[in-house]
């Protein structure tokens, strides 16, 4: 079992950064590869980021790669997801989740809702103009 409470959302300007934090009770948090979702609203959630459980390999939605960097730091059970230019489009809930398995087996894989068992309540993130 894995409980997950991010933090870090807020009001931020267009162009501004922020740097979500994930934490995680529950001690199989370094065995297991972690995600960042989002949904904004009138959309379904979306795959963010994601990252293996030592955090050697990541994966990004095409529309963030280059802004958006995910890491974790396991002696802390913390999962962050780093936002930096951010759009008026990167408004939405951000969620963490974990996936019980050390890494995933593709691009394609690491995005599938259904792998993740445990996600946190969301931390809202809007960007203003």
């Known amino acids: 079992q894995v409980q997950l409470v991010e933090s870090g959302g807020g009001l931020v300007q267009a162009g501004g950064s922020l740097r979500l934090s994930c934490a995680a009770s529950?001690?199989?948090?370094?065995?297991?590869?972690m995600g960042w979702f989002r949904q904004a609203p009138g959309k379904e959630r979306e795959f963010v980021a994601a990252i293996s459980w030592i955090g050697d390999r990541t994966y990004y939605a095409d529309s963030v790669k280059g802004r958006f960097t995910i890491s974790r730091d396991n002696a802390k059970n913390t999962l962050y997801l780093q936002i930096y230019s951010l759009k008026f489009e990167d408004t939405a809930v951000y969620y963490c989740?974990?996936?019980?398995?050390?890494?995933?087996?593709?691009?394609?894989?690491?995005?599938?809702?259904?792998?993740?068992?445990?996600w946190g309540q969301g931390t809202q993130v809007t960007v203003s103009s």
């Open positions: 529950g001690r199989s948090f370094s065995s297991y590869a």
């Open positions: 989740a974990a996936c019980p398995k050390p890494d995933y087996y593709s691009d394609d894989d690491s995005r599938k809702e259904d792998d993740y068992y445990w």
